[in-house]
């Protein structure tokens, strides 16, 4: 009699099944933006999860530039990185990397929450940011998700 019902089902590369999934970032705050995001890249939101295989979709994430931060984050959150030189440590508000280049503050709060190994280099790579409502991904018929709605 054979006692094991079930089976762990493991995920690789050939079994993952990637969609395609829009999001409209008007208006929505950037730390759960950025988690949903990150959820739906990952594959974590799937039955079949793996966690060292790229089994997640790939996002398309609109009007990104659009995003809201509450209290005064816009003038408190900076953002800091080092040249390699001595004294090379600069540093950017939140609203200067807006108007500088209007899609990082939504990049980095994404790729801030992926793995930091190969494999979140690239789960990375299938994020893609917009700064309008248009996007040059209609032949792989996306799925339009709703944030506030995505559990």
């Not at 705050?29 to 890249?41: E, N």
């Not at 594959?43 to 999860?49: A, Q, Y």
């Not at 917009?130 to 799925?143: L, S, V």
């Amino acid at each position: 009699m054979n006692t094991l019902s079930y089976k762990t089902v493991s995920a690789n590369k050939a079994t993952a099944k990637k969609e395609w999934v829009v999001v409209d970032a008007e208006g929505q705050p950037l730390g759960r933006l950025a988690s949903t995001v990150a959820k739906i890249l990952r594959g974590k939101h799937k039955t079949n999860f793996t966690p060292h295989v790229d089994c997640g979709d790939n996002v398309i994430v609109l009007n990104a530039g659009k995003i809201s931060l509450s209290g005064n984050k816009w003038a408190d959150k900076t953002y800091i990185w080092h040249t390699g030189y001595p004294g090379g440590q600069k540093s950017m508000t939140a609203t200067e990397l807006l108007e500088k280049h209007p899609m990082r503050v939504l990049e980095k709060s994404v790729k801030g929450m992926l793995p930091k190994n190969k494999l979140g280099a690239a789960i990375y790579k299938n994020l893609y940011l917009y700064e309008g409502t248009e996007h040059k991904h209609e032949a792989q018929q996306p799925k339009t998700i709703i944030v506030n709605e995505f559990k």
